[in-house]
């Protein structure tokens, strides 16, 4: 079992930045990769952006890319996701996950096997 809590999620103006930060327990959390995905009512939950289990390949969705940068601190069972230049289109629930199959299906639903609670993000233009 594991356990994933985000936070850091709010409100900010357009342009702003906002950290989120999502704790693991449960598992060794040095052994598998990490995605952070984003929902709003009404559409599908989609990728964000994922980093693997030393930290040292990542990715991320083209929506994001050159804006958003995942890391990951093994000693504090921490994942991050640093949010530059927000947009209003930004605005989502955001939800960190663990992925358990040595980036499968990174960018999927399908390759994930714990998700968290999800914290807000609103982005005012």
């Known amino acids: 079992q594991v356990r994933l809590v985000e936070s850091g999620g709010g409100l900010v103006q357009a342009g702003g930045s906002l950290r989120l930060s999502c704790a693991a327990s449960?598992?060794?959390?040095?052994?598998?990769?990490m995605g952070w995905f984003r929902q709003v009512p009404g559409k599908e939950r989609e990728f964000v952006a994922f980093?693997?289990?030393?930290?040292?390949?990542?990715v991320y969705a083209d929506s994001v890319n050159g804006r958003f940068t995942i890391s990951r601190d093994n000693a504090k069972n921490t994942v991050y996701l640093q949010m530059n230049t927000l947009k209003p289109e930004d605005t989502a629930v955001y939800y960190c996950?663990?992925?358990?199959?040595?980036?499968?299906?990174?960018?999927?639903?399908?390759?994930?096997?714990?998700w968290g609670q999800g914290t807000q993000v609103t982005v005012s233009s």
């Open positions: 996950a663990s992925n358990p199959i040595g980036g499968q299906h990174l960018d999927s639903r399908l390759g994930y096997d714990y």
């Open positions: 449960g598992r060794t959390f040095s052994t598998y990769g």
């Open positions: 980093i693997s289990s030393t930290g040292e390949n990542t």
